[in-house]
């Protein structure tokens, strides 16, 4: 994916951000907007952008990092008025130092976020503070104020813009997108000193009801400050920054907190589950030589997470023996936690020792049975060892609690194909490519499984796969994506 349409499409769906419905009940100006924004089009809205930021930017699937920051977004929304609409939290591979929410409880976190910030109560301040623009409706109202022209032409809007960046056309893009909403339209859309106040005092709450130092949010902007997030990261136009007057803000929040009881102020940060992710993040997902830089730099008694740490990005840049070494150090430092069991159980599965990985993966999913990445690993790894139908068992498993992950589709599909059950191979196949945006392998092997759909339960299969293909392949360009 190319930066600009990266930073495009972060620019748009935070210039664009929540648009929440409407409350009911609530009297409306006919004068005030072109269209009744209620709660079924923030639904079908909010599903569009879902599936577009899928479509179009990665995301990480490591259950321990998404389960973790999601487990952090609930945290908080507990303590925010009752919403329409249940919350479904995505972390994007990104060097982006962004969060934002999407309309109808999609909200999506970036991975350079989390790297970016030292602790889990700087990472909560900024999703607290997102939760209080959701809380406030603040979109809502401003749509009504710029009198938006449907839910076509937003969606248009961004789009447009994506497609021709993609193409390598980014002004035809934003013509597109300025056929679709102005650019007064857009500007109305950014949030205000005022609005941006009323989130940060409604945030700066929901954060320390969920337990945490009210200067975790200081310390966030502050982080943020001295990485010119609100100026635009990555080449995003500074007319699209949705969040005015950082210096302003940390100065009245500071002032607010002054006030506060010292037993709030004197909260102790809660890292663990967060240095884990942070952990995971910076050894899988950044540049291999730079992760093992970093971790080549540890303080004379490391961590275990430092450890596991370094043995993952040895192992990346392929120098096995020192990789082995650190394997068996993290795994003796953490004797009771799957993580470096199930770290130690990829990296022998890749190197095509089949006994030791599948030792060190079962007894990490005896630990932690619903890892997805792990029951996958192992799933593969015993069908490789030729126990098949336990394989075939574990994968199963995988793929219910991670059902758009593309490795783990195209890995059933080649089990299922060994096997001589084509439908289920196709259809795996299938699911893989269209997960990959390659919409001729997607058009090839649905061709393929069609016709061999002969039971119930295969033709209700290729139903799903048809449904979910129909909402992707609507942001497809095939000259862009093929």
Wanted: glycine content about 8%; charged content about 25%.
């Amino acid at each position: 994916m190319h930066r600009f349409v990266r930073a495009v499409l972060t620019g748009l769906l935070c210039s664009a951000l929540l648009l929440p419905a409407t409350p009911i009940g609530r009297p409306r100006r006919a004068e005030a907007s072109y269209f009744s924004f209620g709660v079924k089009d923030e639904l079908e809205l909010g599903k569009k952008f879902n599936t577009l930021i899928r479509s179009m930017m990665p995301l990480v699937d490591d259950p321990e990092v998404e389960g973790y920051v999601r487990d952090l977004v609930l945290k908080i929304a507990t303590h925010i008025p009752p919403q329409p609409f249940p919350l479904t939290v995505g972390v994007i591979q990104d060097n982006g130092v962004n969060a934002f929410a999407a309309p109808a409880g999609y909200v999506f976190v970036y991975s350079g976020l989390i790297l970016a910030v030292d602790h889990e109560s700087e990472l909560a301040a900024v999703m607290a503070h997102e939760l209080g623009h959701v809380a406030l409706r603040h979109i809502s109202k401003r749509v009504e104020n710029a009198q938006m022209v449907g839910i076509a032409g937003m969606l248009g809007m961004v789009a447009g813009i994506l497609l021709g960046a993609v193409a390598h056309a980014p002004q035809a893009g934003a013509a597109v997108a300025m056929g679709s909403q102005s650019a007064s339209q857009s500007s109305m859309l950014a949030y205000s000193r005022d609005v941006e106040r009323e989130a940060d005092t409604a945030g700066l709450s929901f954060l320390t009801d969920s337990g945490y130092s009210p200067m975790g949010m200081v310390n966030a902007f502050e982080i943020l400050r001295k990485l010119k997030w609100f100026k635009g990261i990555g080449g995003m136009p500074s007319y699209l920054s949705t969040h005015p007057g950082i210096e302003e803000r940390i100065g009245y929040l500071k002032d607010r907190i002054a006030h506060m009881p010292k037993q709030l102020l004197d909260r102790p940060e809660t890292d663990d589950h967060f240095l884990r992710a942070k952990m995971l993040l910076r050894a899988h997902y950044t540049d291999a030589e730079t992760a093992l830089s970093y971790f080549e730099k540890l303080p004379p008694k490391p961590t275990c997470l430092d450890v596991l740490g370094r043995a993952i990005a040895l192992g990346r840049v392929s120098r096995v023996t020192e990789a082995k070494a650190a394997y068996d150090q993290a795994m003796a430092c953490a004797p009771n936690d799957a993580l470096p069991l199930r770290e130690a159980g990829r990296f022998y599965y890749k190197l095509g020792d089949f006994g030791r990985a599948v030792d060190f993966l079962q007894h990490s999913a005896d630990k932690n049975p619903r890892d997805a990445m792990t029951l996958g690993y192992l799933g593969w790894t015993l069908h490789s060892a030729g126990q098949k139908d336990k394989g075939k068992l574990y994968m199963q498993r995988a793929l219910h609690e991670l059902p758009e992950d593309v490795d783990l589709h195209s890995v059933y599909g080649r089990m299922a194909g060994e096997d001589g059950d084509l439908f289920t191979a196709y259809i795996h196949l299938a699911y893989a490519a269209l997960y990959q945006n390659n919409i001729k392998q997607t058009a090839y092997n649905l061709e393929k499984a069609k016709p061999l759909a002969k039971t119930d339960d295969q033709r209700q299969e290729l139903a799903r796969f048809e449904t979910i293909h129909k909402e992707r392949s609507e942001f497809w360009k095939e000259s862009a994506l093929r």
